[in-house]
């Protein structure tokens, strides 16, 4: 199993407290740190603008500036965002920026693409909150234009809601010179979400990598919707990586595991977030599959992997303030399912 590592930017509320000046600080130094750990294959963050699980005032940092950020600061892991919304940003616009990181990161980009789902943020940005088939068209079509300008360097594309004509990325991706001559992107794609008549079939067709719930029964489901639109379009199923995202709570016994979930639980509250925000968001974090003792988490994935999830990647809610869940998680979990 391969392994990435959320670095905390403020959208779960989780630089609370941490005064401004001090943020880049705390983010380069978990990245640095992730950097000279090899069972760390990649950092992530993720494409928000406000805070979950409810809209405050306190900061969320932006995702590609990171991105830009986090490979002039490491050498090594691989950076990504899970995942990028597509209409928050014209897509040939978006693909030049993802080029350039990977020419500053030397060929480390991952390039999480998903059709954007949060509605309040995408509201107050001014970009209206089109319905699902809309935004997956979006999605569909800007995909189409990344894939253009990464592999030739051009793109013209006339879609129903993105158009370019003879639009110019030099350079190119590094990543993309060593697919000269094929339809596939240089820079890995992970398309993101689980619908499955639209998202799992675009998957299917651009995907490197997928990226849907890890809840054991949910993630066989849309394995199989995944398999049966390869089939589909002639793609190898195989050649798909299947990813999905836990946020971790662990602790060396059950009663460390509540110290957690009750820090979680006041930090929120501290946060400003309304109380039905703070029960909804705990309730999720409990059902996840990554609660418990070491053991107990390195079972849940080591289930999951016999579905064919064979890359965690993992949120730790307390990692600005406090690695030990981290350290746990590496010392005990990483190397039982290695």
Request: charge should be negative; glycine fraction near 10%; aromatic fraction near 12%.
């Amino acid at each position: 199993m391969r392994f990435g590592l959320f670095i905390p930017q403020g959208w779960r509320h989780d630089l609370v407290g941490i005064e401004p000046d001090q943020h880049w600080g705390v983010m380069a130094g978990l990245a640095r740190r992730a950097d000279g750990i090899r069972d760390w294959e990649s950092i992530w963050v993720y494409d928000h603008f406000h805070p979950v699980p409810h809209p405050t005032d306190e900061a969320v940092h932006e995702a590609w500036s990171l991105m830009a950020a986090f490979a002039g600061v490491t050498g090594r892991v691989r950076i990504g965002q899970m995942c990028t919304c597509m209409s928050y940003r014209n897509p040939a616009y978006l693909a030049k920026v993802a080029a350039t990181v990977d020419v500053i990161s030397e060929g480390r980009l991952e390039m999480g693409i998903g059709a954007g789902w949060y509605e309040h943020e995408w509201r107050a940005y001014g970009y209206g909150f089109p319905g699902a088939g809309e935004r997956l068209a979006r999605l569909r079509e800007g995909v189409e234009i990344f894939r253009q300008l990464w592999t030739t360097g051009t793109a013209t594309y006339a879609g129903e809601h993105y158009q370019v004509d003879g639009a110019l990325c030099f350079p190119r991706p590094l990543q993309g010179t060593a697919f000269e001559g094929s339809e596939r992107s240089g820079i890995p794609m992970w398309v993101a979400g689980g619908g499955e008549r639209k998202t799992l079939r675009i998957a299917a067709e651009y995907a490197d990598y997928t990226n849907f719930i890890g809840q054991p029964d949910v993630f066989a489901h849309k394995s199989q919707v995944l398999k049966e639109h390869c089939a589909d379009v002639g793609r190898d199923f195989d050649t798909i990586t299947r990813s999905s995202n836990f946020n971790v709570f662990i602790g060396r016994d059950e009663r460390e595991v509540e110290e957690r979930f009750r820090w979680v639980e006041n930090h929120l509250r501290g946060a400003g977030v309304p109380e039905e925000g703070v029960q909804r968001h705990l309730t999720m974090y409990r059902e996840g599959p990554a609660v418990g003792t070491p053991e107990q988490v390195a079972e849940a994935l080591a289930d999951l992997q016999d579905l064919g999830m064979t890359y965690a990647i993992t949120n730790f809610i307390e990692s600005a303030y406090d690695l030990s869940g981290v350290e746990l998680f590496e010392r005990e979990v990483i190397p039982a399912l290695r």
